[in-house]
């Protein structure tokens, strides 16, 4: 008989919001209450696709938009197996960015054509800078527009700590719901 399987917790949102404060805290806190967890995040920028990410993203590399949207996906799938894998022994997957990062990001750059890649200055890394970031927040806002996704959506002005309860106890929830349900498909 199949075990119970783990929950894929992705936590998507602008630069700044908290993600990886939120994912790391969310792992320690799921394994201290006995949980199985590991943390996630994309793009993974030790493989050699992920190397490649990393130096479009600090600028020090130049990529065709196409390339560099193919490079992100590439990225996700190279850890597709290992997910799939984890999820199906129990392990409940604590995600920083994914998918849905993916799909903003490339869109926020298709609703300014005008505007050259990398043009703003204000972050050290490519896309930081506010006017890229609203875009990609509208592109958030019609991605969870998908209910079939279960996405809660989180004031990131909150403290830290009161975040961080929210998301466990949500968290918790849906490692309960998640664990008798098979695994289904999603769009990387
Ligand atoms: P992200 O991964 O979304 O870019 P980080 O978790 O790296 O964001 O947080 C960015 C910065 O903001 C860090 O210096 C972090 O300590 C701080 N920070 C994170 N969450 C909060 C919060 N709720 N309130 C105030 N500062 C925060
Ligand atoms: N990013 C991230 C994308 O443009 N596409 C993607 O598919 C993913 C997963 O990469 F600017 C962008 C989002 C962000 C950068 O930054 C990664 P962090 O600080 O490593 O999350
Ligand atoms: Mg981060």
Redesign the pocket.
Known sequence: MAGRRGALIVLE?V???????QCRRLVEALRAGGHRADLLRFPERTTEIGQLISSYLMKKKDLEDHTIHLLFSANRWEHVPLMKEKLHQGITLVVDRYAFSGVAFTSAKELRPEEAAGRGNFGTERYENSSFQEKVLQSFYHLMKDETLNWKTMD?S???ED?HKEIKSIAEETIQEAQNKPLAELWK
């Not at 630069?15 to 404060?21: F, H, I, L, V, W």
């Open positions: 949102g630069d700044r919001a908290g993600k990886s404060t990131a909150k403290t830290i975040l």
